[in-house]
């Protein structure tokens, strides 16, 4: 079993800046992989980024590219995903999800265990 709690998120305006966290316990957190997957109203889960249990390896959706940045800290068991330039339409539910089996996948349903979500509101 593993728990995720998510925090960090909030009200924003356009262009600015928010850093989401996500803390994970129950099994070693150094061993699996972590995504964060966003869900905006009437839309379905979307991938956002993935983080390898090392760190070495990221990658991002291409809507997030280059204004996102996943990291990770495995002495805190927390990961963590910088958010600069938003957008309006970056506005939905933000979710942490282990990837226990390492797929390293953008598939929702490859994902093992999800946190409660934290939500982002950016207005323009």
């Known amino acids: 079993q593993v728990q995720l709690v998510e925090s960090g998120g909030g009200l924003v305006q356009a262009g600015g800046s928010l850093r989401l966290s996500c803390v994970a316990s129950?099994?070693?957190?150094?061993?699996?992989?972590m995504g964060w997957f966003r869900q905006a109203p009437g839309k379905e889960r979307e991938f956002v980024a993935h983080?390898?249990?090392?760190?070495?390896?990221?990658y991002y959706a291409d809507s997030v590219k280059g204004r996102f940045t996943i990291s990770r800290d495995n002495a805190k068991n927390t990961v963590y995903l910088q958010m600069n330039s938003l957008k309006p339409e970056d506005t939905a539910v933000y979710y942490c999800?282990?990837?226990?089996?390492?797929?390293?996948?953008?598939?929702?349903?490859?994902?093992?265990?999800w946190g409660q979500g934290t939500q982002v509101t950016v207005s323009s």
């Open positions: 999800a282990a990837d226990l089996q390492r797929y390293g996948t953008t598939l929702a349903s490859e994902y093992d265990y």
């Open positions: 983080i390898s249990w090392s760190g070495i390896t990221t």
């Open positions: 129950g099994r070693t957190f150094s061993a699996y992989h």
